[in-house]
């Protein structure tokens, strides 16, 4: 049987003729959870009430102020269509069923006046069950929040550290990917709901690491940079003297062998940019770094010659065309390409950032018969909020891996400035500088024309000189 929380309203209405005061409430539950959710204001109802409703607005947006139960012969009774979701427990009450669609807004409602408000937020974990993960794979998992109001924040942490370990947040979702984990990865994560910096909510889980590999093939997503790092984990139970680590690419389908060791430290490397950790009969890691989107292919460790892990890369890698040195005004795409599309289908989705978080621009489910393994966006031309972008790759709905492009503005001539500028504006700057040359053209003229009394003077003193001399 569910068990029941019970919201208890133990508060005082101070009523004026009609009006009331509406008193506020906020509640978190876990979509999924055996609790039910019971709405109880039975000190607050009245014997005598009968135009008395609760009315209900969904975080979804299907429904707007939908009345989902209201009172009849001073007993309330739950709308029909709405039953899958709420019920009625005695009296006035309501029982909230703990189904992710069910969050939303509830309004207690007497004579078209609300009295009280109850705002329901449901989280859902995914996987809901975090089973043992195996040695050297990457753990996804996902947070959603049916709503996210301003001053919020939501994301994943470590236990005893509040420092967030979010690899993407979209949608009112934050994912979270451990890669190639090892026992120290075990240990309890937080999806954390702060509001204004203050915790609110948290919903924990367990990461259990099975320490032994395994032969069946893992598959592991990684971007294609100078930064990324792939870490390859190969462990057994048994001992074993001699181990090895080989390449089939994706490109040739030709094993290569990278390296060759055995636990008393003699070692043969067959390819300098791979590198690896000590083997001590148990344990043989093997790391590469950075990662090219060649490197796509399939990894094998061998202990002697039993074949202990088998794990695929698939590699990712983004672009822009032009790269830089465009004028601002020249459209640009941007390319995100996967290097193998199995069985399962895949997701790649261009994000742009604002901040930390994603909004969604494009998106493309991709298949082994797609022609192409490629995403493009095209920007008809580049802005200062269109700088920052992320390339995401999902499959069975999980984040697996993404690639962050960042974009700089072209930088901006006088001429370029001008060509930015509208065409009346350029006329205008045009009629004012000819205007400007005209006026000081007159201005110079005018200072170099005789001046009249001058030349009247001139005329008049040789005149002068003659009679004098006479």
Not at 43 to 60: I, M, N, R, V
Not at 69 to 87: D, G, K, M, N, Q
Not at 325 to 348: A, I, K, Q, W, Y
Not at 380 to 392: E, G, K, T, V, Y
Request: aromatic share 10%.
């Amino acid at each position: 049987m569910d068990h029941i929380v019970v919201i208890q309203w133990w508060i005082l209405l101070c009523i004026s003729g009609n009006s009331a005061e509406v008193m506020k409430r906020s509640i978190f539950l876990i979509s999924g959870q055996t609790e039910s959710v019971h709405l109880s204001v039975s000190d607050l109802a009245q014997p005598h009430w009968s135009e008395f409703s609760w009315e209900w607005t969904s975080h979804d947006g299907r429904y707007s102020e939908i009345q989902i139960a209201r009172a009849i012969s001073s007993r309330l009774v739950v709308s029909p269509p709405f039953t899958e979701y709420f019920s009625c427990s005695k009296d006035f009450d309501v029982t909230v069923k703990p189904k992710f669609e069910c969050a939303g807004v509830f309004l207690l409602v007497r004579a078209n006046v609300p009295l009280v408000k109850i705002e329901i937020f449901t989280t859902k974990i995914t996987p809901s069950f975090w089973p043992s993960f195996r040695l050297g794979s990457d753990v996804s998992v996902s947070c959603e929040v049916s709503s996210l109001p301003d001053g919020a924040t939501l994301q994943w942490e470590r236990d005893g550290d509040s420092t967030s370990i979010t690899t993407l947040f979209y949608n009112n979702t934050v994912h979270m990917i451990i890669r190639s984990v090892h026992p120290d990865s075990q240990g309890a994560y937080y999806c954390t709901f702060r509001q204004n910096g203050t915790l609110l909510y948290n919903v924990s889980n367990a990461v259990r690491i099975e320490e032994v590999s395994s032969d069946a093939t893992l598959t592991m997503y990684r971007e294609s940079s100078n930064s990324s790092l792939v870490t390859l984990l190969c462990m057994t139970s048994d001992e074993y003297i001699h181990a090895s680590w080989s390449w089939t690419p994706l490109s040739t389908a030709k094993e290569v062998h990278l390296v060759r060791t055995t636990m008393y430290g003699s070692n043969d490397t067959f390819n300098e940019r791979f590198s690896y950790g000590d083997f001590n009969g148990y344990y043989f890691p093997l790391y590469f770094s950075p990662v090219k989107f060649e490197d796509s292919g399939r990894f094998n460790c061998y202990f002697e010659n039993l074949l202990v892990a088998s794990i695929n890369v698939v590699t990712l890698k983004v672009s822009a065309v032009p790269p830089s040195g465009f004028p601002r005004n020249h459209p640009v795409v941007l390319r995100c390409e996967v290097s193998e599309v199995s069985t399962d289908p895949v997701t790649l989705a261009w994000l742009r950032m604002e901040g930390s978080r994603g909004l969604l621009v494009k998106q493309d489910i991709l298949t082994e018969s797609h022609p192409n393994r490629m995403l493009s966006v095209t920007l008809p031309s580049l802005h200062r909020d269109q700088l920052h972008w992320q390339c995401a790759v999902f499959t069975e709905g999980m984040l697996r891996a993404t690639a962050s492009l960042t974009l700089t503005l072209p930088t901006q001539t006088k001429m370029s400035s001008m060509t930015g500028m509208g065409t009346e504006t350029v006329v205008r700057g045009v009629i004012t500088m000819a205007a400007t040359v005209g006026i000081l053209g007159l201005l110079g003229l005018y200072c170099r024309r005789p001046n009249g009394t001058q030349t009247q003077r001139q005329k008049e003193e040789p005149a002068q000189l003659e009679e004098t001399s006479v």
